[in-house]
């Protein structure tokens, strides 16, 4: 049998650079399912994104969809790319075995926790406090840093990091700490500063972009701090959930969300094509 991607539709161009298309998954011919492939300005020229993947229910569980995997690696090739990503929801067991068999590797995943009407309380102690203007600088400046080192040692090209860190920048904070949506605080204990958070509001859920535990007091609890203030906050706004982002590798930071009752919804991976 001959597994081939048959192109639907012309490659669709965006206005901010992506582009994406989509194809028939076919077996001998015969339609069995569908496929879009896709890349992000933020890539520049070294990655693409599977960002669908659907085989007809008759055909399912023959392989089809990891043959389709394998036909759209030969399709990336051939639009230069290097690097192939995918997101795999966290209730997809099937596909993340797929993925994984087929080499893939998780650099991410996102973690949602429920909230009740109750915000917890901090520490006696710790306080927080919002970010002046003079924290503000300083703190953007090494967190950007810190950003693209995240991707560049799970294998981001270092000048593809940087330009994702940078844009990142540029869309989440276009008036800097004065953009709407967006909390900037600072952890205090006993009148020290421990550690700062950044949090703001996605798809209506908080979202924890940025904890930091200062390094001159790790290892005291305040990383957990961090994180019932981030709640505390999102409860008294009115939200019902908080979701963030943890990298593959950060052990102590994926026990403590699981500890706090954070569940991952979904995985992100890669997979380099040299």
């Given at each position: 049998?001959?597994?081939?991607?048959?192109?639907?539709?012309?490659?669709?161009?965006?206005?901010?650079?992506?582009?994406?298309?989509?194809?028939?998954?076919?077996?001998?011919?015969?339609?069995?399912?569908?496929?879009?492939?896709?890349?992000?300005?933020?890539y520049?020229?070294?990655?693409?994104?599977?960002?669908?993947?659907?085989?007809?229910?008759?055909?399912?569980?023959?392989?089809?969809?990891?043959?389709?995997?394998?036909?759209?690696?030969e399709?990336?090739?051939?639009?230069?790319?290097?690097?192939?990503?995918?997101?795999?929801?966290?209730?997809?067991?099937?596909?993340?075995?797929v993925?994984?068999?087929?080499?893939?590797?998780?650099?991410?995943?996102?973690m949602?926790?429920?909230?009740?009407?109750?915000?917890?309380?901090?520490?006696?102690?710790?306080?927080?406090?919002?970010?002046?203007?003079?924290?503000?600088?300083?703190?953007?400046?090494?967190g950007?840093?810190?950003?693209?080192?995240?991707?560049?040692?799970?294998?981001?090209?270092?000048?593809?990091?940087?330009?994702?860190?940078?844009?990142?920048?540029?869309?989440?904070?276009?008036?800097?700490?004065?953009?709407?949506?967006?909390?900037?605080?600072?952890?205090?204990?006993?009148?020290?500063?421990?550690?700062?958070?950044?949090?703001?509001?996605?798809?209506?859920?908080?979202?924890?972009?940025?904890?930091?535990?200062?390094?001159?007091?790790?290892?005291?609890?305040?990383?957990?701090?961090?994180?019932?203030?981030?709640?505390?906050?999102?409860?008294?706004?009115?939200?019902?959930?908080?979701?963030?982002?943890?990298?593959?590798?950060?052990?102590?930071?994926?026990?403590?969300?699981?500890?706090?009752g954070?569940?991952?919804?979904?995985?992100?991976l890669?997979?380099?094509?040299?």
């Open positions: 049998m001959t597994t081939t991607l048959r192109p639907t539709e012309p490659l669709q161009q965006e206005a901010d650079g992506a582009r994406s298309r989509r194809y028939q998954v076919c077996v001998n011919s015969r339609p069995v399912g569908s496929i879009r492939l896709g890349t992000h300005p933020s520049g020229d070294s990655a693409a994104l599977i960002l669908d993947l659907s085989i007809d229910e008759p055909d399912r569980r023959r392989g089809r969809g990891t043959v389709a995997a394998l036909a759209a690696e399709v990336v090739r051939s639009w230069g790319r290097d690097r192939i990503e995918v997101s795999v929801p966290a209730e997809a067991e099937a596909a993340l075995r993925a994984t068999a087929l080499g893939y590797v998780v650099r991410n995943r996102h949602e926790k429920p909230l009740g009407d109750t915000p917890p309380e901090l520490p006696a102690g710790s306080r927080g406090r919002p970010m002046t203007q003079e924290e503000y600088g300083p703190w953007k400046d090494l950007t840093r810190d950003f693209a080192k995240s991707w560049t040692d799970r294998g981001v090209p270092e000048a593809e990091a940087l330009a994702r860190a940078l844009q990142s920048n540029a869309e989440l904070l276009p008036d800097g700490p004065a953009t709407a949506n967006m909390t900037f605080s600072v952890l205090e204990h006993e009148g020290e500063v421990v550690g700062t958070l950044w949090t703001g509001l996605s798809d209506g859920r908080a979202f924890v972009y940025k904890v930091e535990s200062d390094a001159r007091h790790r290892g005291r609890g305040h990383g957990r701090s961090l994180m019932l203030l981030a709640e505390a906050q999102a409860v008294a706004a009115g939200l019902p959930a908080i979701k963030l982002n943890v990298f593959a590798g950060n052990t102590p930071a994926e026990r403590l969300y699981e500890s706090l954070y569940e991952t919804v979904v995985h992100h890669y997979k380099s094509l040299l």
